[in-house]
């Protein structure tokens, strides 16, 4: 199987609808070969590049061979190796040729795509991100606690219900864009999703018959497929804080997608399969 992303790689809206049925989740997949074919991509925004993690280590973990063919155009791939993305995939054995392409050191690279297992791993990570906000200079400084603090409670709930085989992974960046400049947060994991996670919830199971109504679901206070009344409050506060002005919430899971900013109507979309949780967070610097 060949996946080939649109030159403008932003998410996986930008990969092929047919590759919705391929979840390397799911038990019939069956590949034997998977190549995430990169070679045309001109543009790549960072939750493209937590896509490009996920999806091949995934398939790997369900016995598929992988290969990935980096980009041709020079400053993607430099960028990509710039957050650890070529170096994460060959330590779990997925084949790619980046030949004479400098390893780089960049302030803009806050935390690179770093792998955590554990709330405890997520939490180090947050206050690790603080201390490497302080060092970069860029932005604002009073910015720094809330990156640190978003970060961390999107590190922990991914920690606390994925149920990821191939645990989570965060990356936060100095990003700019249209005209402005951001803080980055993504956090992705390879889990059984926000929607198979409310269903654990007994008294939730009959309203998420969708990934996208399951999304609309869990930015509501205290909603947890747990059950607890005294949980289902981190990703709450993460949302309302993301309806300020300029700020950016993207919740993309299984067939879902929830953007929630100081405009949006909380309304999910159906969207290309993302295979388990990809939450991205743009504050302004």
């Not at 989740?25 to 998977?34: A, G, K, L, T, W």
């Not at 999806?55 to 980096?70: D, E, F, I, K, T």
């Not at 390893?103 to 947050?126: C, G, H, K, M, Y």
């Not at 399951?214 to 804080?241: K, N, P, Q, Y």
Request: glycine fraction near 8%; charged fraction near 25%; include cysteine.
């Amino acid at each position: 199987m060949r996946i080939e992303p649109r030159p403008d790689f932003r998410d996986s809206r930008s990969i092929p609808r047919k590759f919705d049925q391929a979840d390397p989740r799911e038990p019939q997949f069956n590949e034997s070969e998977v190549v995430v074919d990169l070679r045309n991509v001109e543009f790549l925004r960072p939750a493209a590049a937590l896509w490009c993690a996920i999806y091949p280590l995934l398939a790997m973990q369900a016995g598929s061979q992988c290969r990935l063919l980096v980009p041709l155009n020079f400053g993607v791939s430099v960028y990509l190796k710039s957050i650890g993305l070529f170096e994460l995939l060959r330590s779990h054995a997925v084949e790619l040729d980046d030949r004479d392409i400098p390893e780089t050191s960049s302030r803009q690279v806050v935390i690179p795509l770093t792998r955590f297992d554990s709330e405890t791993e997520a939490e180090n990570l947050a206050n690790r991100a603080m201390e490497a906000l302080k060092d970069t200079g860029l932005g604002s400084a009073n910015i720094y606690p809330l990156v640190s603090e978003v970060f961390g409670e999107l590190a922990v709930n991914a920690v606390q219900h994925a149920e990821s085989p191939i645990g989570a992974y965060g990356l936060i960046q100095f990003y700019a864009f249209r005209g402005g400049e951001y803080f980055v947060c993504c956090v992705a994991d390879g889990g059984i999703g926000v929607r198979s996670s409310l269903e654990r919830n007994l008294a939730l199971r009959t309203h998420v018959t969708y990934d996208w109504d399951a999304l609309e679901m869990a930015i509501g206070e205290r909603v947890s497929g747990t059950g607890d009344s005294h949980r289902g409050i981190g990703l709450f506060g993460v949302a309302e804080d993301m309806r300020e002005p300029g700020r950016l919430l993207i919740i993309h899971s299984g067939l879902g997608a929830l953007s929630v900013n100081s405009n949006s109507d909380g309304k999910a979309k159906r969207q290309n399969l993302f295979p388990g949780t990809l939450a991205y967070v743009a504050i302004p610097s």
